[in-house]
């Protein structure tokens, strides 16, 4: 069973790029094409890209490993948290603060900081102190958990992240890439893919498009951790049991999981509006200009 189909890739506008003449054409071999001034994405080479990646954070997730998830461009805020909190995973959906992963040890300290405030907060510690004060602390509080919240509970550097816009994110991917630590990243055409270990070449602004991958990834770490659950109890179990009863029982999981899988599959695409094949050019054009219109209306806001 695919993980996800070529209608529901067509329905999120994942096939959206950029405008022409925002590019970057080391993302030449995923375009397939231009129509009224808007690159098209190879979406048979997306389709296969998923695949791999599905499987890689998969394999992962049943070896006990971690996902960050991280995006903080308005449209994709709802997204990582949601989806993150859904698997069990630690986001960054606010602001990406230098050193999150190089500096993993001063960030620990900030986070510890965080949790020591919340403790006085519930424990009616901030009421008692002078109102100045509990207001100052309250602040600082306020300020730790926008940013920090998401990795509260990241006691270590993450296995590999997944990113949505890697221009915005550039600098998590630096980081990443400084640890070796590999990138899953949803790639759009004014992307860098040299970069990332896992290329989805997919439309990074729209909102569909990014809650659909985000879903993707999602499931994967559900079914790694299916896996990962099905081997515990199968330890638990007692040792007599030899190679191909071990083997026997991983597969049962994994048929298990991808059962679930599809009918998880199944509820979404029922619930997907149908959509025509050919999407009017104009349509496409406010689609894939959908990051130049939220980067203006940010520089105006600043």
Request: hydrophobic share 40%.
């Amino acid at each position: 069973m695919a993980v996800v189909t070529m209608k529901q890739l067509l329905e999120a506008g994942v096939h959206f790029g950029h405008q022409t003449r925002r590019w970057d054409p080391r993302m030449k071999r995923f375009i397939h094409g231009e129509r009224s001034g808007i690159y098209i994405i190879d979406l048979q080479q997306t389709l296969e890209r998923i695949e791999s990646s599905y499987t890689f954070i998969r394999d992962l997730a049943a070896d006990g490993g971690r996902v960050l998830f991280v995006g903080t461009k308005r449209q994709a805020q709802d997204a990582i948290r949601s989806y993150a909190e859904k698997c069990g995973m630690p986001y960054v959906n606010q602001r990406w603060l230098g050193g999150m992963l190089t500096n993993f040890q001063t960030i620990s300290k900030r986070v510890s900081k965080m949790q020591d405030y919340q403790r006085m907060r519930e424990s009616g510690e901030f009421e008692a102190m002078p109102k100045k004060e509990a207001l100052l602390l309250s602040r600082e509080l306020e300020k730790l958990e926008r940013n920090l919240v998401g990795i509260q509970h990241m006691e270590r550097l993450p296995d590999a992240i997944f990113v949505l816009d890697t221009v915005r994110e550039h600098i998590a991917v630096t980081e990443a890439n400084k640890l070796g630590i590999p990138v899953v990243a949803v790639v759009d055409t004014d992307c860098n893919p040299d970069m990332i270990q896992h290329v989805i070449p997919g439309n990074d602004d729209a909102i569909r498009s990014g809650r659909l991958l985000c879903r993707v990834v999602a499931d994967a770490v559900e079914e790694g951790r299916f896996i990962l659950n099905s081997r515990n109890v199968a330890a638990d179990d007692g040792p007599s049991l030899d190679a191909e009863d071990k083997a026997a029982a991983q597969e049962q999981a994994r048929n298990e999981a991808a059962s679930a899988a599809a009918e998880r599959e199944s509820r979404v695409a029922a619930t997907v509006e149908t959509l025509t094949e050919d999407v009017s050019p104009a349509e496409a054009e406010v689609s894939a200009g959908d990051a130049a219109v939220e980067t203006t209306a940010e520089e105006e806001q600043a």
